[in-house]
Nanobody
Framework: QVHVVESGGGLVQPGGSLRLSCAAT????????MAWYRQAPGKQRDLVAV???????TYADSVKGRFTVSRDNAKNTVYLQMNNLKPEDTAVYSC?????????????WGQGTQVTVSS
C-alpha cells in the first residue's frame, strides 16, 4: 500500500513564499516522475511542475521564474518552493507520483494542501 502526503500549505500575503513537501511511503520500489498540480475553485486541475527521476524539470508558464521543483530520491520526497506568490496562485495543490509496486506502475495522488494568497 502506498501513501502520498503533502504538507506546507497555508495562508500567505502576496509576494510571500511557501515551500510544499510531498512524501511517498509504503511498498514502493521505484519512482519515475513526480509532479505538482493545482486546482482553483470552479476550475480544472492544472499541471504546475514536473521533475523526472534524473532531475529534469518542466513548469507551467504561469509559474516559471517563481516556483522551483526539486526532489530527494532517497526519501521519495518532492518539494515545491514557491516565491513571489500571487492571489491567482490560490488553489489546492496536489502531488502525483508515478511509482512501481508489486502490482506494477501506477499514478498515486495525495489528498492535497490548500494554498491561499491574500492580503
Amino acid at each position: 500500500q502506498v501513501h502520498v502526503v503533502e504538507s506546507g500549505g497555508g495562508l500567505v500575503q502576496p509576494g510571500g513564499s511557501l515551500r510544499l513537501s510531498c512524501a511517498a511511503t509504503g511498498s514502493i520500489f521505484s519512482i519515475n516522475d513526480m509532479a505538482w498540480y493545482r486546482q482553483a475553485p470552479g476550475k480544472q486541475r492544472d499541471l504546475v511542475a514536473v521533475i523526472t527521476k534524473g532531475g529534469s524539470t518542466t513548469y507551467a508558464d504561469s509559474v516559471k521564474g517563481r516556483f522551483t521543483v526539486s526532489r530527494d530520491n532517497a526519501k521519495n520526497t518532492v518539494y515545491l518552493q514557491m516565491n513571489n506568490l500571487k492571489p491567482e496562485d490560490t488553489a489546492v495543490y496536489s502531488c502525483n507520483v508515478d511509482g512501481l509496486t508489486t502490482e506494477g506502475w501506477y499514478d498515486y495522488w495525495g489528498q492535497g494542501t490548500q494554498v491561499t494568497v491574500s492580503s
